[in-house]
């Protein structure tokens, strides 16, 4: 029993991620030594940060049966739109209201894809392509494309709030961890409690594991997916603030194309495309992998320009991952 | 008898103007297992929907303890003490045990924040109420359906309901599983609880159930203590005519169709040998694991064998592959027919010729007429009720999206026909369709294989048997032997897999 069970373990879709993600790693630190050093953990740190609140969204949506593919435009509209507003002097100098504005932004496009979801009926993907449509279509029509860098005083302040940095000896240069990183540690945490120790978390697995049988077990279905979106929405905004903090600039496609890359982070981490699945840590190690593919190919002396195609083969690796332990589980495929 | 707990008057019900049920009256009695039997689509499970509150009837009146309902909601009958496990089981695929069985009173009592010890421990309670043994922690897509069907009645348990509903609930199981069942339902009845169940199987029923009701095309036609039944009866209410259980006894006939000789595949069969001439029915029985499936999967390529041959039709072929066996016209009927077979979203014509779109194709698109026509063709002779061919599978009733894969590989005209449980959850009418059928083919001349744990089917409409056990072939009869002496064969060694 106990050894069956721990072979189970062995060889689980997420133990085999992390082999995947430890030779990955080898292989990229026996040709390049440099990769050994504390700076790769920080540049991580910062490259994954975005990806990985983005694939907590798209966790979310995606264990109740769905999928979203808005988040980078409803994150370009919270980003832009209190940018625009800072720019012309209508908000004051306080990142507070900023941060408002951009709640404001998600909560409408979220409360948008909510209504055409659970109480339209309109497929995930439909839905969420059309509010991407128009969150964009919204931004092209009404500001142009004129990248914006001016912001708050306070988000300057919290740019130069870090954590720790490491200055690398040989070269000089210094890797500053921000203090954002505990945005997607507090978030990571509180989602992980409230998916696997409240009704409503549990309704969410439930409704993507079997819908009509969430609804007669009384899990109030509608309810619980119209909040999802709308999570999703505030979750979103709040990662494109942390955006324009980091990134000291807001442009209205800055987060453009970024979907791909998030879907293939929980697909590798674990979520079913068919809903019902997909846990916090999962998430985490599916956006390791890929955030490690996309900045450390080059490592491996491989072109940049191959980046896309890499993800495309993580993904393509996470579906075939998941499709072949199904198979598995019925004995024969 | 018990007194009434729920109580049905003049119930109608018409999805989209077409009515399913035409005023039925039924009374549930505490204490009493109570069977509802009849025809594919005549509106059983639609009934079943009606008392649990998800569809609301057309007309009519409902009576719960004596209280009439009106604009009854599903948890309104939850309340009321109803409990139904559907057809599917509607459980949770990616939840545990202990998770499926407790979450709906986690739900009733207004939970917020979840307990897992809590939650084993209910189903703990659950699980021994009915003397079910399961791993709390084990997820239900690990589970087989009798276990499956195990955690929907925990759920339902659990809720101290005073009615309990259950649709259908032996299609999947096996001759030991349904016993088991029995057992846990004659246990419920000792509780003082109502029993409402779905069954069209009368041999299945008789030592259990209490009280008949049998319906016909949405309308009454009987109901009874069980003892007022008989075989003859039974058929006639269920179908409105009789049926005679004549023999399969074709012409015997030297023109081979198929032979097979001495194949084997490691873990799945060993030295298999038979033969079948024009006009011959074969039926393949045996225990679950026994190899009796792999065998029937060997003629369609899904479990190759790895040594021996097989020569169809005078020549030797290769079966390695679903792809040879299409190429040698070979139909298979799969045992998962709702989820391996069809595309429930889609028309009844696209599903029928699913298998056959190359008969269809011309120069330019296809020919959508005759798919239509041959559609309805086959609806007919399989007697398939729906609204018309053009609507989705999903509106089927179970039996009758069952009729429609079987349709699909009738219309690819096989050589040879492998069916696995060819009538499974299908009613005597239905089922007596499809062994004409299969007769009519065997005529004809195309070689029709079944695998199936249905004696009275088996030696109904076999001609030649094959019993396996343990991956051998242990007997290989022309039908001299009745259905006791195959129980003999198959239990023989039965005890000692049981304690494994
Ligand atoms: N949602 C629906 N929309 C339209 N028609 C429906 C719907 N559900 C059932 N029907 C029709 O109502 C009739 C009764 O169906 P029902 O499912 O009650 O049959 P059943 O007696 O349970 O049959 P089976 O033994 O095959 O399960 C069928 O003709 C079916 O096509
Ligand atoms: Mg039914």
Redesign the pocket.
């Known amino acids: 029993m106990n050894r069956t069970k721990s072979k189970a373990f062995f060889t689980s879709n997420t133990m085999i991620l992390v082999y995947v993600i430890l030779a990955f790693s080898v292989v990229v630190a026996l040709r390049q030594p440099a990769f050994l050093s504390p700076a790769t953990p920080i540049n991580l740190c910062r490259a994954g940060l975005f990806t990985f609140c983005f694939a907590l969204c798209e966790m979310l949506v995606m264990i109740t049966g769905g999928i979203d593919v808005s988040f980078p435009a409803i994150g370009c509209v919270s980003m832009y739109v209190p940018m625009v507003l800072y720019d012309r002097g209508i908000l004051p100098d306080n990142g507070l209201y900023f941060v408002l504005v951009a709640l404001l932004c998600g909560l409408i496009f979220g409360l948008l894809n909510g209504v055409l979801v659970s109480y339209l009926r309109i497929p995930s993907l439909i839905a969420t392509l059309a509010t991407s449509s128009i969150a964009s279509g919204f931004l092209a029509f009404a500001f142009g494309v004129k990248d914006l860098t001016a912001m708050p005083t306070a988000f300057t302040k919290i740019y130069e709030m870090n954590l720790v940095t490491y200055t690398d000896p040989a070269s000089g240069l210094s890797y500053p961890l921000t203090v954002l990183i505990f945005v997607p540690v507090v978030l990571a945490v509180v989602m992980a409690l409230i998916l696997r120790y409240t009704m409503g978390g549990r309704g969410l697995y439930a409704m993507g594991g079997n819908l009509s049988a969430a609804r007669i077990v009384g899990f109030p279905v509608r309810r619980l997916q119209f909040t999802t979106y709308i999570v999703s929405g505030l979750i979103t905004s709040l990662t494109a603030v942390m955006y324009v903090i980091l990134m000291h600039n807001a442009s209205t496609t800055a987060l453009m194309g970024n979907e791909m890359l998030v879907i293939a982070a929980c697909v590798v981490g674990g979520c079913s495309l068919s809903g019902g699945k997909g846990t916090i840590g999962g998430v985490l190690l599916g956006t390791l992998l890929i955030t490690l593919v996309q900045n450390h190919l080059n490592m491996l002396g491989i072109d940049t320009r191959w980046q896309t195609l890499a993800v495309g083969i993580v993904l393509l690796f996470g579906v075939l991952m998941t499709s072949l332990q199904a198979g598995r589980g019925k004995g024969r495929v | 008898m018990g007194e009434v707990f729920v109580e049905l008057k003049g119930i109608k019900k018409a999805?989209?103007g077409?009515y399913?049920l035409k005023g039925i009256d039924l009374a549930l009695r505490k204490g009493e297992i109570h069977c509802l039997a009849?025809?594919?689509?005549?509106?059983?499970?639609?009934?079943i929907k009606t008392i649990s509150g998800v569809h609301e009837p057309t007309a009519g009146e409902i009576y719960i303890d004596g209280q009439q309902m009106n604009h009854m909601k599903p948890l309104d009958a939850i309340e009321k003490g109803i409990q139904v496990i559907y057809?599917d089981f509607a459980v949770f695929p990616n939840l545990t045990v202990a998770e499926n069985i407790a979450l709906n009173t986690e739900i009733k009592d207004r939970t917020k924040v979840v307990s897992y010890k809590r939650m084993r421990e209910l189903a703990g309670k659950a699980m021994a109420q009915i003397g079910a043994d399961l791993n709390p922690d084990a997820r239900l897509e690990d589970l087989s359906v009798a276990g499956k069907q195990m955690v929907a009645l925990c759920r339902a348990i659990i809720n101290n309901p005073k009615l309990l509903i259950l649709?259908?609930p032996t299609t999947a199981l096996t001759a030991k599983e349904v016993q088991k069942l029995w057992g846990v339902l004659r246990n419920l009845r000792e509780q003082n609880i109502a029993i409402l169940l779905?069954d069209?199987k009368f041999d299945e029923i008789r030592p259990l159930v209490d009280r008949l009701t049998i319906?016909r095309n949405?309308e009454f036609v009987s109901s009874g203590l069980i003892s007022e039944y008989g075989h003859v009866r039974f058929q006639k209410d269920m179908t409105g005519h009789d049926f005679s259980t004549e023999k399969y006894r074709p012409e015997p006939s030297d023109e081979p169709i198929l032979s097979v000789e001495h194949i084997s595949s490691k873990g799945n069969y060993e030295d298999i040998s038979f033969a079948l001439s024009k006009g011959d029915v074969l039926g393949i029985t045996g225990l679950l694991g026994s190899g009796r499936n792999e065998i029937a999967e060997a003629l369609f390529g899904l479990c190759p064998a790895e040594s021996g041959k097989i020569v169809l039709h005078g020549k030797e072929v290769k079966l390695k592959s679903i792809k040879d066996a299409v190429k040698h016209e070979i139909g298979f009927v799969p045992e998962d027919r709702l989820t391996e077979g069809l595309f429930t979203a889609l028309p009844i014509t696209d599903n029928t010729v699913a298998s056959s779109l190359k008969k269809y194709v011309r120069a330019f698109g296809l020919k959508s007429f005759e798919m239509g026509e041959n559609t309805k063709t086959w609806m007919k002779r399989l007697g398939v009720?729906?609204?018309s061919k053009d609507?989705p599978v999903s509106?089927?009733?179970?039996?009758?999206a069952q009729k429609v894969v079987l349709g699909k590989w009738l219309n690819t005209n096989p050589k040879l026909l492998v069916l696995v449980g060819p009538s499974v959850?299908m009613?005597v009418g239905a089922k007596a369709e499809i062994h004409a059928i299969l007769r009519d083919l065997a005529q004809t001349g195309v070689g029709v294989v079944m695998v199936t744990d249905d004696l009275s089917e088996l030696v109904e409409n076999c001609n030649r048997i094959l019993i396996v056990k343990d991956h051998k072939i242990i007997k290989s009869s022309d039908n001299s032997l009745s259905k006791k002496e195959i129980e003999a064969l198959l239990m023989g060694s039965d005890q000692k897999e049981e304690e494994a």
Do not use: I, P, R
Request: hydrophobic content about 30%.
């Open positions: 999805y989209e077409v399913a009849g025809g594919n689509g005549c509106g059983k499970s639609t009934l057809q649709d259908e779905v069209h319906l949405g009720v729906a609204v609507v509106s089927l009733s179970g039996g009758n959850g009613d």
